[in-house]
């Protein structure tokens, strides 16, 4: 089944360390790849995509992704973590017609 | 700048009760979404329409209906309200997709549909 994994529920960094948010997904088909932001009680919020060409993806906010074909994966780093960047993160994976988000990770940031 | 906007905000319903979910966007969007949300499970696609005049079933439709209105807007109805559909449910919009591939989506800020 064509799935999205995001390893760890909840991440914990301090202010000014390096956020390593982690995606992988299956598919047979090259696809395109999202992340996104929820703050609380708010939608969903575009950070990045990647849908051809440079692999290294850079987004709002200081967030960028590189997308590894050749290790399904998709993660989200940021070099150095601020306050207001608490809040939950989705990666999303379009396959034909669809549409698949991982169950999320929070993000806690610690002063 | 509305963008993508659901009504109510909130609900709470008795089983067996019906309900419509409303959802319109003013960005010109071809393509648009319902998705609910429960804790550790992500969003999950109910319905989409690609385009005015079609309709799709996504990853968990059962329960759920829904109608293309018109470009702007697409609704989502619980005819008989269970209280496994107790979720937050997510409106969302996106150009028309590429070669089958759903673009980037835009959210509106969701129902939190309690049924009791």
Known sequence: ?111 | NAGVTQTPKFQVLKTGQSMTLQCAQDMNHNSMYWYRQDPGMGLRLIYYSASEGTTDKGEVPNGYNVSRLNKREFSLRLESAAPSQTSVYFCASSEKPTDRYPGPQHFGDGTRLSIL
């Open chain 1, 1 to 111: 089944a064509q799935s999205v994994t995001q390893l760890g529920s909840h991440v914990s960094v301090s202010e000014g360390a390096l956020v390593l948010l982690r995606c992988n997904y299956s598919s047979s088909v090259p696809p395109y790849l999202f992340w996104y932001v929820q703050y609380p009680n708010q939608g969903l919020q575009l950070l990045l995509k990647y849908t051809t060409g440079a692999t290294l993806v850079k987004g709002i906010n200081g967030f960028e992704a590189e997308f590894k074909k050749s290790e399904t994966s998709f993660h989200l780093t940021k070099p150095s973590a601020h306050m207001s960047d608490a809040a939950e993160y989705f990666c999303a994976v379009t396959y034909p017609n669809d549409m698949r988000f991982g169950a999320g990770t929070r993000l806690t940031v610690k002063p």
